[in-house]
């Protein structure tokens, strides 16, 4: 059993590595060590494939976003011609 002599006792922010082994299987290890007093052996991963789903998902809410704005526009327009009296009213 090998230590990590790096590793200072402190809150770490990151993918719990568990969670991310189930949608990035191949991106998450056995590193072969452990912190001092737990049995369980730390795992490695690597977060770029997180990182690059992340990008795609972002441009993709941009591109929804602007249709969505486009939408709200028109029917903004939509609501403003409907409060204008009409010009053949009945007096």
Known sequence: MELHPDLEDEIYYNYLAQEFSEVFPQSVKN?????????????????????????????????????????????AAEIEKLKQPTTNSRK
């Open 31 to 75: 590193s072969g060590q452990y912190l001092k007093g737990d049995s369980k052996e730390l795992l490695q991963m690597d977060s770029y494939n997180a990182q690059v789903v992340t990008v795609k998902a972002v441009q993709e809410l941009i591109l929804e976003n602007r249709s969505l704005e486009k939408k709200v526009e028109e029917l």
